[in-house]
């Protein structure tokens, strides 16, 4: 039986001093994205594809202290105060120069952050203005919202996966769209809810239940500014990213490993 604490997502922010004016919306629920429309310009989606509705209100902010942070449940904000020499690689450096700026960036993570086993794993831009982002390579159709795999372990030990640090380089903000529930959370409430499931340890098999079942559960979607970034539990928690009221293209880099936050309150 999973631990009642590893169910719910917790947000976090780096600093008490950090300006969170606006950052937090919720949307109504979930939809089903049109496979064949691309609907916002992008890729077309993968049937089926869950996204958010696109109605968001303000949400009430709830930081949780950050003594309490937990690489499975927690979501942070955090932000960095030098990024353009990153992004300026990114769009014409090479591969030695990407590295040394990736490097220096992640250098003013660890002003905030513990890290362990934290490999780069590259900037990606996104194009202006999508509901979502993430494309399956293998089809070049997005997926919507979904819980990544790549540490491969069954829904039953995806508290224990990695997480990721993801800081936004601009020149736009860029949307983090998650889930209030983790996996565990999500297959609790359709144990309690009689709801079967073909294959248990299977993400997908869970995800589609969830939205069938649950089509109402709100999403949150974090705003961060360039130079801001998160945390986040994407083994553990159905997420994707958005560039909605961007009219740029969005860069953003991002590392993957074992990604705390200090117990430190800086001002
Ligand atoms: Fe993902």
Same mark, same amino acid.
């Given at each position: 039986? @999973?631990?009642p604490?590893?169910?719910g997502?917790?947000?976090? &922010?780096?600093?008490?001093s950090?300006?969170v004016?606006?950052c937090?919306?919720i949307?109504?629920?979930? /939809?089903?994205?049109?496979? =064949?429309?691309?609907?916002?310009g992008?890729?077309?989606?993968?049937?089926p594809?869950?996204?958010?509705?696109?109605?968001?209100?303000?949400?009430?902010?709830?930081w949780w202290p950050m003594?309490?942070?937990?690489?499975?449940?927690?979501?942070?904000?955090i /932000?960095? @105060?030098?990024w353009?020499?990153?992004?300026?690689?990114?769009?014409?450096?090479?591969?030695?120069?990407?590295?040394?700026?990736?490097?220096?960036?992640?250098?003013?993570?660890?002003e905030?952050?513990?890290?362990r086993?934290?490999?780069f794993?590259?900037?990606?831009?996104?194009?202006?203005?999508?509901?979502?982002?993430?494309?399956?390579?293998?089809?070049?159709?997005?997926?919507?919202?979904?819980?990544?795999s790549?540490? &491969?372990?069954?829904n039953?030990r995806?508290?224990l996966?990695?997480?990721r640090?993801? =800081?936004?380089?601009?020149?736009?903000?860029?949307?983090?769209?998650?889930?209030?529930?983790?996996?565990?959370?999500?297959r609790?409430?359709?144990?309690?809810?009689?709801?079967?499931?073909?294959a248990?340890d299977d993400s997908?098999?869970?995800?589609?239940?969830?939205?069938? &079942?649950y089509?109402?559960?709100?999403?949150? %979607?974090l705003?961060l500014r360039?130079g801001?970034?998160?945390?986040? @539990?994407?083994?553990?928690?159905?997420?994707?990213?958005?560039?909605?009221?961007?009219?740029?293209?969005?860069?953003?880099?991002?590392? %993957?490993? %074992?990604?705390?936050?200090?117990?430190?309150?800086?001002?």
């Amino acid at each position: 039986m @999973p631990e009642p604490d590893n169910y719910g997502i917790k947000l976090f &922010r780096s600093s008490p001093s950090l300006g969170v004016d606006k950052c937090l919306h919720i949307s109504s629920g979930l /939809r089903l994205a049109s496979p =064949i429309a691309t609907e916002d310009g992008g890729a077309p989606f993968a049937s089926p594809a869950f996204i958010p509705t696109p109605e968001w209100r303000a949400a009430p902010l709830q930081w949780w202290p950050m003594r309490e942070f937990s690489p499975a449940t927690g979501i942070a904000l955090i /932000r960095i @105060p030098n990024w353009g020499a990153l992004r300026t690689a990114a769009l014409g450096g090479d591969k030695t120069t990407i590295d040394r700026a990736a490097e220096a960036v992640l250098g003013q993570v660890s002003e905030w952050c513990g890290l362990r086993d934290v490999v780069f794993s590259g900037v990606t831009s996104h194009r202006q203005d999508l509901a979502t982002v993430t494309v399956d390579t293998k089809t070049s159709q997005r997926i919507g919202l979904h819980i990544d795999s790549w540490d &491969r372990l069954p829904n039953s030990r995806r508290h224990l996966a990695t997480n990721r640090v993801c =800081i936004n380089l601009g020149p736009e903000p860029r949307h983090f769209l998650f889930l209030g529930v983790t996996v565990q959370g999500m297959r609790s409430r359709l144990a309690l809810a009689g709801i079967p499931l073909a294959a248990p340890d299977d993400s997908k098999s869970v995800l589609d239940a969830f939205f069938h &079942r649950y089509p109402d559960e709100p999403v949150w %979607r974090l705003t961060l500014r360039k130079g801001e970034g998160y945390i986040a @539990p994407t083994e553990n928690v159905v997420h994707d990213a958005s560039t909605v009221g961007s009219s740029d293209p969005v860069y953003c880099a991002t590392w %993957r490993g %074992r990604i705390g936050l200090l117990p430190i309150r800086r001002g």
